[in-house]
């Protein structure tokens, strides 16, 4: 009679077998629908141990999955890799853009978590739905590709390009992910799976507006700037005039002082993303500084500084600009 | 190897990515995790290939059984075949979040014996392909490590490990070796971008190679960049044909790729509306180039490079939309490899979700 157990062998885990005689055929499937000869075995060597033989696998056991142990080509023993228990904990941290309202060709969001995430569950749980509840089919661009930052906390959803941009079958067949006057809501569902394997503890969600089309420059020359008093540590507070991506916002602006010098402090992206201010970590001195503003910095609809999202060559406002920096001079008085 | 820059060591991949062939039977992996591209020499055990065709059912059922999971703990992220030996090569990741884990896995295209390729004592070279924060990009993203990652930081009287990883990345979505250079596709999880890379091979330290974004024009009234999604090289890697997220096909010549230049692909053909190109392969029939382009709603499209080459612009925004191809009907195919002669090896869907490898006769195509 072999008897199956989890156990441990040289420092990893194992599946301890009793009672089999020398020499015995042993392999382990994972499942329980094993047919002799149509799956090739689970990768792994066995150990002698005493009286027993230990299964070491080369690729670790996993939690909730059924091994099934084969002695002679027949069925042996079945064993369930437990799954600890835990309590779902992980959550949606924030959805941008924050502003209550996005133009219709709005191409991006931004979801955070409050913890790792595993992948491939983006297509599955993120829909954005109408107010009655009903989704919007086809909006949210489908990709293999997941677009997660390096430590899996922060994810990049984008809407159907294809639908955005104009021209393109999707656009003129399909028309707008998204209706202008026609609210609707990001939401991510409690399905999403943490890198436990967890659920969320609960769904999320973010209600918008929808206005007309955004498909202009970001043009930084017309920002307004609130210039400090110098001597201070006030804020510079600079406001856009329409929304601007959160992602980029974070590392598209800069300070520098008349040397050149990056003027250190602590940056803060104002309510809805439509503002900006850098607090310094030492008083502003009377002398010329500059906002330094990076080319790619994008609005809610995919327009940067240097080009707009689809440019229609017919309009020469459209006409892509100098990819390098646009600077704004300012003197705090 | 020494010829291509590779030393032994050990490949620490901490994702699975888009995989493929280079010179003297070189692979090269994508780990979007590391943000790094590594060449390693498989060291391929098989003789020449054959000329027959290879099959096999189930394929995400055997390597799950032989990696010790369910179907659905295997993530195939790419197929490549070995230019020689014609054995099938997948990068695979197995298991999902904290649990996840790449592997490499070869398939034997004489019997069909799944293994693994060990990354721990190989010939490999390794070059970095993140879209690298600027260096006034100091963002990252700080976590509680669950290992021994990260570094060890003083708080009060306390100390702990503290992981930071940069919050901007650049994920590779396709590879192709062209050249004498490996030439990078990416989609970026922040700005909207075109960027193709090309990097020299063998790598030389220090040097990540050239990165210019390449427009397209829609119909002559619209000009935009998208992220490509898959593309290859044809015409002895003189040409590329690109297929983008937002389903333009787009052809530019390889020597268009010159540092500082503004690059305009020709609009060649659009796969459709509703649809995502997935991948697309080359192959010779009766002394003729043709491409193969998977998709994601429509079925297997062919065409003719020299049709691409005769195509102009597209100009029209109704049908026809552009170069003439075949569309065959073979739905769910997710990755296209040439597997030598007579055959392109398909890795396909079927209704139930199961996956399949296939070989298609280029004869019949």
């Known amino acids: 009679m072999t008897e199956a157990t989890w156990s441990h062998s040289g420092g990893g885990d194992c599946i301890r077998l009793t009672g089999l005689p020398a020499g015995a055929d042993v392999h382990v499937f994972p499942g329980t629908a094993v047919a002799a000869g149509s799956l090739p075995p689970m990768a792994g060597r066995l150990e002698r141990d005493g009286a027993d033989l230990c299964f070491v696998p080369r690729f670790a056991f996993l939690d909730g999955t059924t091994y099934t142990v084969t002695v002679e080509g027949t069925r042996a023993a079945i064993l369930v890799r437990p799954r600890p228990e835990r309590p779902a904990a992980t959550e949606v941290t924030g959805i941008r853009p924050t502003a209550a309202e996005v133009p219709v060709n709005l191409l991006r969001f931004y979801i955070w978590f409050s913890a790792p995430m595993s992948e491939g569950c983006a297509a599955g749980q993120v829909r954005l739905a109408r107010d009655d509840g009903s989704i919007i089919a086809g909006a949210l661009l489908p990709t293999e590709h997941e677009l997660w930052d390096a430590s899996r906390r922060r994810l990049t959803v984008l809407l159907d390009p294809a639908r955005i941009k104009r021209g393109l079958p999707g656009h003129q067949e399909v028309g707008y992910p998204l209706r202008a006057g026609e609210p609707f809501r990001l939401v991510v569902g409690d399905g999403f799976r943490d890198a436990r394997g967890l659920p969320l503890r609960v769904s999320a969600e973010r209600r918008y507006e929808v206005g007309g089309e955004e498909r202009r420059h970001v043009d930084p020359v017309s920002w307004e700037l609130a210039v400090p008093p110098a001597g201070t540590c006030e804020p510079l507070r600079v406001t856009f005039g329409r929304p601007l991506d959160h992602g980029l916002l974070a590392r598209c602006l800069h300070v520098r002082g008349p040397g050149g010098e990056l003027v250190d402090g602590t940056a803060q992206i104002g309510p809805g993303e439509q503002s900006w201010q850098l607090v310094p970590s030492r008083a502003w001195a009377s002398t010329v500084h500059q906002l330094v503003v990076e080319p790619v910095l994008e609005d809610l609809a995919g327009n940067s500084v240097s080009r707009v999202f689809d440019r229609d060559l017919a309009r020469p406002e459209d006409q892509s600009r100098p990819a390098r920096p646009v600077t704004i001079v300012f003197q705090p008085g | ?365």
């Open chain 2, 1 to 365: 190897m020494s010829e291509f820059g590779l030393e032994p060591g050990r490949v620490s991949l901490r994702s699975a990515g888009p995989i493929t062939f280079g010179p003297a039977g070189i692979l090269f992996l994508a780990d979007n995790a590391a943000a790094t591209v590594f060449a390693v020499d498989v060291a391929d055990p098989g003789p020449a290939g054959g000329a027959e065709p290879f099959d096999l059912e189930d394929v995400d059922a055997r390597v799950g059984s032989f990696l010790g999971c369910e179907p659905g703990d295997v993530v195939i992220k790419d197929m490549a075949v070995h230019p020689l030996s014609r054995n099938v090569y997948l990068s695979v990741q197995r298991g999902r979040g904290e649990a996840a884990q790449p592997v490499l896995i070869r398939i034997s295209v004489a019997d069909g014996a799944i293994d693994d390729v060990p990354l721990d004592e190989v010939s490999f070279a390794a070059v970095a392909i993140g879209d690298a924060p600027g260096e006034d990009d100091e963002r990252l993203d700080s976590t509680l490590p669950l290992g021994d990652e990260g570094e060890e930081m003083q708080f009060g009287t306390f100390k702990i490990r503290v992981l930071r990883q940069p919050i901007r990345t650049a994920t590779v979505t396709d590879m192709a070796y062209a050249g004498g250079a490996l030439l990078i596709a990416g989609l970026s999880n922040e700005e909207f971008s075109s960027r193709l890379r090309r990097i020299p091979f063998p790598f030389t330290a220090g040097v990540t190679g050239s990165s210019l974004e390449i427009f397209h024009v829609s119909h002559g009234k619209w000009e935009t960049a998208a992220p490509i999604r898959a593309f290859v090289p044809y015409d002895g890697g003189a040409s590329i044909l690109a297929s983008y997220t937002c389903t333009p096909v787009v052809h530019f010549p390889l020597a268009d790729l010159t540092d500082g230049a503004k690059a305009v692909g020709r609009t060649v053909a659009e796969l459709g509306a509703v649809n995502q190109p997935l991948d697309m392969v080359s192959f010779v029939q009766d002394g003729e180039e043709y491409l193969l382009v998977a998709n994601s709603a429509h079925g297997l499209v062919k065409i003719a490079c020299r049709d691409i080459d005769s195509q102009p612009p597209l100009t029209e925004p109704q049908q026809p939309v552009g170069v003439p191809r075949e569309t065959k009907d073979l739905q769910g195919i997710r990755r296209l490899a040439n597997l030598g002669g007579s055959y392109v090896l398909a890795l396909q869907s079927d209704d139930a979700g199961r996956l399949h490898l296939r070989s298609l006769k280029t004869a019949s195509l």
